[in-house]
């Protein structure tokens, strides 16, 4: 299970995400979409360890990545 709560991410005064939180459970497909600059590369990014966050609550499976 993914479990993202609460991401927010900016690059200087630009918000690229604000508050954003959901749950992808296992065996489940899903999709993500949205218009280009709607933020879904940086939330990859974020998930993915590219980007620091700025808040962040993150678990995959139980584990909480540090």
Known sequence: MLDIRNVSLAFGGVRALTDV???IRPGIVTGLIGPN???KT???NVVS???TPTSCELSIGCIRPG
Do not use: M, V
């Open 37 to 39: 600059g709607a933020g």
């Open 42 to 44: 940086s939330l990859f």
């Open 49 to 51: 360890g590219i980007y």
């Open 21 to 23: 939180s959901f749950t």
